[in-house]
């Protein structure tokens, strides 16, 4: 049943291609592929799990399967954030007649490798479902993006190309010293990987996946992109497709602590420079779609702390927070993100420009517009009631978890910290292009603006309700991280009092060790 939600995606596709209409078949799709999503993760949370998976074999040596299921909770939850960003991708944006089938193809493909990815249990098509969606990304983005699309598109297939490259032969090597022939994740994470290795794949992973997530300094092909990209594409890319990286390194880190922890220092530095360098670059920005670009950048680097935190602890066990804080944020960002790229494109259809000093004033005129990017702008800097404030507390908490104080600061808890810089330094990008936008005397280019329709205000509505309910019900999310496929019922009997979840939770068969005391 899992395979539909990569079937789906590629039936509309060829409905495309047969005549049918491209946006009623994309929204169609979408629809589908949602109600799917949202099945499945109830089946999952109910403990059904008989049936929802695919494992036909495709090689034998080195033994290849397609295997398609959810292979634990975070492989739902990231289920869930992509086909919630699709559902809304293909609502938002518009272009010519001509190029429809185009942009609804390249849409639903970009869709259907994100899910793939994610619900992927073999690690040979977890890379390949990636590198499908990438190519639509490119292909649209130099035929129908904005700006230097040319140049920015080959910029971004450049970096893409360098990071992917070098995460291959990081996969490569770990399957070589693993000695399974076997690519599929439960056969891998049984291995146990010689120490002198461990040290060369973990930074290979950490270059490659940090690439693809734009971890400093390896960014700067990020916020261009997005800007550049027609709406939908930068939503799927943005929201969900830029997950891949940190979904792979908390996937492939237990296969490797020992490398990991070898390069705590390097991870620390580097997201301590997506937050505060990247942060003051995002605050200079005179244009607002370059602006979220790379206030997006900037919040990988939040995730990146939770990783870090886990590489620190060395396992889920010793740091019960982490996890779940860097899955939660994720999905907080991802759906916060394709909801102000999404408006930030209804913005310059109905003004003409995001330079920052044209808007003004859209408040009085655009009244739905301007509350819709507030509640996104407010979730984007951690507003509490908002997804975001959850997975961002969490952050902070798994950077101190376990922290003696007589044994003094660790970097882990010198970069929380510091990160804390980041909270106030995100509030003043965002406030400060709010008031651009939206407040004062009205700009050269909306005098005439007008507000959202009901078609065009749909889509950032759902996301809105997204993001309402995940943040005052956040163990809607978490609840499902409790009983994963990878960790047997025996483990989960063992764990201590003390790893018990703080989180109010109406079912206390579904609270689990996340939050410790």
Known sequence: MTACLVLTP???VIAILMGRDPKATARLTTTVMLITGILLAG?????????????????????IRLGLGLYDGMSVIMMLLSVTVAFAAARTGSCEKRHEALWNISLLLIAAGAIGAFISTDLFFFYAFHELALIPTFLMIGILGRGERKIIAWKATIYLAFGSIVLLAGLLWLVSSSGTSSLAFEDLLKTSIPSEDQQGIALFLIIGFGTLVSLF????????????APAPISMLHAGVLKKFGLYGLLRLHPLVPEGMSHWLNLVIVLLIGNILWVGLVTINQKRLDLMLGNSS???MGYIFLAFAALIEAGSEAENPVAMP???LLMFAHGVTIAMLLGLTDRIEKKTGTLDLR???????????LAFLFGLAAMASIGLPGLANFAGEVMVFIAGFKGWQARSGMGSVQIATIIALWGLVISAVYMLRAYRKTFQGPKGSHTTKAEDLSPSERKPAI??????VIVGIFPNLLLGLLGDSGSESS???????????VLLPDPEPKSQQAILAN
């Open 10 to 12: 590629l039936i509309g």
């Open 43 to 63: 089946l999952w949370a109910m403990g059904i799990r008989e049936g929802l998976s695919m494992d036909p074999i495709v090689l034998n040596k080195p033994e």
């Open 217 to 228: 300094p390896f960014h700067s092909w990020a916020a261009p992109t997005y800007a550049s």
């Open 297 to 299: 950048v900037m919040h």
């Open 325 to 327: 804080a860097a899955i």
């Open 358 to 368: 044209n808007l003004g004033g859209l408040a009085s005129l655009t009244p739905r």
């Open 462 to 467: 759902f996301l809105a309700f997204v993001l």
């Open 490 to 500: 025996e483990s989960r009997e063992l764990q201590p009092p003390s790893k018990q």
